[in-house]
């Protein structure tokens, strides 16, 4: 069974930093595409930052680039994600999740595996 578990959520302040990790398990993703998204209640899931199979291309939102960084470790089927400068606008659960069908992509409706969710609360 293929399973994607995201941790690091929390509080922090306005400013502060944090470091979200997805760990899959089930089946190896080094060939596919990784990414994060976040939902706020009420809203759409975004996407935040996506990441290709070597790790040689990324993407962002407008809104996190330059705070954000994901990166991927293949040998520890694991996607990261660094927020740097975070904003109470960044309060979202974020979700992490794969691609089974491209090796560069970050849009929602190429996603086929989602991990449930870890929580990051911004405080002013």
């Known amino acids: 069974q293929v399973q994607l578990v995201e941790s690091g959520g929390g509080l922090a302040q306005a400013g502060g930093s944090l470091r979200l990790s997805c760990v899959a398990s089930g089946r190896t993703f080094r060939n596919n595409a990784m990414a994060w998204f976040r939902q706020v209640p009420g809203k759409e899931r975004e996407s935040v930052a996506a990441?290709?199979?070597?790790?040689?291309?990324?993407h962002y939102a407008d809104s996190v680039e330059g705070r954000f960084t994901i990166s991927r470790d293949n040998a520890k089927n694991t996607v990261y994600l660094q927020m740097n400068s975070l904003k109470p606008e960044d309060t979202a659960v974020y979700y992490c999740?794969?691609?089974?069908?491209?090796?560069?992509?970050?849009?929602?409706?190429?996603?086929?595996?989602w991990g449930k969710g870890t929580l990051v609360n911004v405080s002013s």
């Open positions: 999740a794969a691609s089974l069908r491209y090796s560069d992509t970050g849009t929602l409706s190429d996603m086929d595996y």
């Open positions: 990441i290709s199979w070597s790790g040689g291309n990324t």
